[in-house]
């Protein structure tokens, strides 16, 4: 609903103060970044540029960056994961679609799913939101490693500390 009347601040009353219970923001100015330390690897060929670590709500968002062709993870989550492509494309085995360039992807819970890069694609870059534990599993469905928000800041402290931006780097990221 549009304001009557223009206010002389516009920020008061209703944003002032800042409530010291909320957490700050976090404001990534380039997403897709130029440095390639802020790129962490988890894999070879397969990065993960940190956008939020969710600690207190165990949910992560990130850009993952695929620099090779192939089967990459046969894996299944507990709950939704929302993806959005933001270079080349990918596919899981076990549908018919392929996630393209501009396209969103909803994965429901449960689901196991074996993310494939096609053999044209050099690079693949997708954001997504894992909501609570990824877990990889064999064809079979037999748990074999998980990762959750706290494996995640664990491999962003020790890269960012490898690649000289300290440990603490991945800090700005956690909530």
């Known amino acids: 609903m549009p304001l009557e009347s223009a206010d002389k601040d516009p920020m008061v009353p209703y944003q002032l103060p800042f409530p ?15 440095d390639d330390r802020l790129w962490v690897k988890q894999a070879e060929n397969v990065f993960f540029r940190p956008l939020c670590l969710n600690a207190s709500q165990g949910y992560w968002m990130n850009l993952l960056k695929v620099t090779k062709s192939g089967v990459l993870s046969r894996h299944r989550h507990p709950n939704a994961v929302h993806g959005f492509v933001l270079k080349g494309r990918w596919y899981y085995l076990e549908h018919d679609w392929v996630a393209e360039e501009g396209g969103y992807v909803y994965e429901p819970p449960g689901e196991t799913h074996t993310l494939v890069v096609p053999d044209d694609v050099d690079e693949m870059i997708t954001y997504f939101q894992v909501n609570g534990v990824m877990s990889y599993c064999d064809p079979w469905g037999k748990p074999i490693g998980y990762e959750d928000v706290f494996t995640k800041i664990d491999m962003c402290r020790k890269h960012f500390e490898e690649v000289g931006l300290s440990a603490d780097y991945v800090d700005q990221f956690i909530r």
Do not use: L
């Open 20 to 34: 010291k219970e909320a957490q700050q923001e976090i404001v990534v100015p380039a997403a897709i970044p130029t």
